[in-house]
């Protein structure tokens, strides 16, 4: 079935076959399908300028996709961003989401150690169950307490970290992937800035 006859989105249950997040400025949805077509099939989701696809190989995808970027720069007029996750995980209410984005973020820990960083979580959906800044509040505390008792203290920063975790929800759908410095600079299509001001992170709720 098309995408354009069964988008995915609140109303019903996420889909478990997707790993990739992409937004795109209307009406480029048909030019962003056919870019992105070698890797897998892009699908609506009723949330406004934002489709997702499942790809074999996240890692391969964006390094591949990097390289398409960096050939035909003109491939970002029509996709704005473009992010593929190393976990995906599915809840029902805010406390499951508490519980499972936790879990795995202290998967990173290791990688964490030493260094600055933020979590940004960009929410679609759920609006009024789930606080986007109370959550990455929640998730920078939990980080810096395992860091702490791991004894290799990190630091929460706003401005250059040396890396950020991102979440992206899809109605109750979210992914998860921890990115570098370098890697933001190398990939101008995710959907993070290097510099953010001290005061708060932009969110790009529904």
Known sequence: MSSE???VGQSEKPPA?????????EPTYRVARKLLARWGSLRRTLYFNVAVMAVAD???FLR??????????????????????EHLFEFEDMAEFETTAREIALTYVPRLIGKSFHVRLHRRGLR??????AEERFLDEALLGALAAAGGPGRISFEDPDCVLLIETVGQRGGLALWTREELKR?????LR????KT???HMDD
Request: glycine share 8%; net charge negative; aromatic share 10%.
């Open 58 to 60: 996240p890692a391969s």
């Open 194 to 197: 290097l510099t953010v001001a």
């Open 17 to 25: 076959d997707w790993n990739v997040l992409v937004t795109l400025a």
């Open 187 to 191: 990939y101008p299509f995710l959907p």
């Open 200 to 202: 708060g992170s932009e």
């Open 64 to 85: 591949e996709f990097g390289t398409a970027v960096e050939q035909s720069p003109g491939i970002l007029n029509a996709i704005s961003h473009v992010v593929p996750f």
């Open 5 to 7: 006859i069964n988008p």
């Open 128 to 133: 009024g169950t789930i606080s986007t800044p």
